[in-house]
């Protein structure tokens, strides 16, 4: 017999669940200044209360979304730096992983209602780029271990890991958010990865 407890935990934890597909609804269909934690919890069907005693606040709960798509479209494990494996290989793997958030529309879209809520509120913004960072990205792990195990030449893994990301948001990003162009094609994903990582290597690999 499951103990209470144990259906208690199930329990809160498909009311989170619940809340989260809600919110990813309602912000996208609303965008972020109309959402409001009432809509969400009726949509959820719990209460106010429920929500705010998983979020406790709309802001919170945004950030925890991105980072739940992120999750579920990583398959919820990041990618560990190995010893034993080629460089390029590995990035080439990460930037894969990244290309499948960056294709995901519930991602993008979400993307573009932060970046409308930031403009029209940078102080909220900066809020939001604050709870987003608060664990550390993947890319950044892993380029934190190379350096350290002395394959890449890295003094700021966080400045190194936003110059590669950069690279790939050029093509596989910003024209999807202020464009709406499609996402990238295989061939193209596979060009536009190739060369980032060979210019990165190029200038860190040890």
């Not at 809020?127 to 190379?146: K, N, P, Y």
């Not at 060979?198 to 860190?204: A, E, H, I, N, P």
Request: no cysteine; net charge neutral.
């Amino acid at each position: 017999m499951p103990s209470s407890t144990n259906t208690s935990q199930r329990l809160t934890d498909r009311k989170r669940k619940a809340i989260i597909e809600a919110a990813i609804d309602e912000f996208r269909t609303a965008g972020f200044e109309t959402t409001s934690m009432d809509r969400i919890a009726a949509r959820a069907e719990v209460s106010k209360r429920t929500v705010y005693n998983h979020f406790p606040s709309k802001e919170v709960l945004f950030a925890e979304i991105l980072h739940h798509l992120w999750e579920a479209i990583a398959g919820g494990e990041a990618l560990a730096y190995r010893a034993d494996r080629s460089l390029r290989d590995q990035l080439l793997e990460l930037i894969a992983q990244k290309f499948r958030l960056l294709n995901d529309e519930a991602f993008v879209s979400l993307a573009r209602v932060a970046i409308a809520a930031g403009i029209h509120s940078p102080e909220r913004a900066r809020d939001m780029v604050t709870r987003m960072s608060e664990r550390e990205e993947g890319l950044t792990v892993w380029i934190r271990a190379a350096a350290k195990d002395g394959r890449l030449k890295i003094d700021d893994p966080v400045f190194a890991s936003h110059q590669l990301q950069g690279l790939i948001k050029n093509f596989a990003f910003w024209p999807q958010i202020t464009l709406a162009q499609p996402p990238l094609n295989a061939a193209m994903q596979k060009l536009v990865a190739e060369t980032a990582v060979d210019m990165f290597l190029g200038y860190y690999a040890s």
